[in-house]
């Protein structure tokens, strides 16, 4: 698929996200800075799709080699099969968002099933959100109060070091 053909195709603004199946699929879609997410699987259920059964393998392949929580790292979602009973093995496996569809819109409460997935990721983000400011800290420089602090809130910012 050309990201530059698709481009035309689309608002400015829209975000070109590329579907990967392999190793060699995700690798192409991070290093191809016109596609701007991923998505990896499946993880469940289905058909092997392009000679691949479906497993955890590609969510882990990818979260080594684009860490959620490095910044700068293109944004990635685990896809195929996900559901409130196997979400946990997807986050273990380094997955931080998801996409799905059955488990909510199929779900006797789907604002409840909503819920259940959004709480278990954001308690994932919250225990990789120390490594991603640290990393964050560490990449860009330090944090250093902005001297017009008319509002009176404080304020930093992220300064290069010098």
């Not at 919250?126 to 944090?143: C, K, N, Y």
Request: glycine share 8%; proline share 7%.
């Amino acid at each position: 698929p050309d990201a530059e053909k698709a481009r035309r195709y689309v608002h400015r603004w829209a975000k070109l996200g590329r579907s990967c199946y392999t190793t060699k699929d995700e690798d192409a879609a991070l290093a191809d800075d016109r596609i701007d997410f991923l998505t990896v699987g499946p993880t469940f259920g289905g058909l092997p799709w392009f000679g691949h059964p479906p497993g955890l393998e590609l969510v882990r392949h990818t979260a080594t080699v684009s860490p959620p929580s490095v910044t700068g790292a293109k944004p990635w979602f685990a896809i195929g099969g996900i559901t409130l009973a196997n979400v946990d093995e997807v986050i273990a496996a380094g997955a931080r968002r998801v996409a799905v569809g059955r488990a909510i819109s199929a779900a006797d409460d789907p604002a409840a099933a909503a819920t259940a997935f959004a709480d278990r990721l954001r308690a994932a983000w919250g225990d990789s959100m120390d490594s991603f400011t640290l990393d964050a800290v560490a990449r860009e420089g330090t944090f250093r109060p902005i001297a017009d602090q008319s509002d009176e809130r404080p304020q930093v910012r992220l300064d290069p070091e010098d």
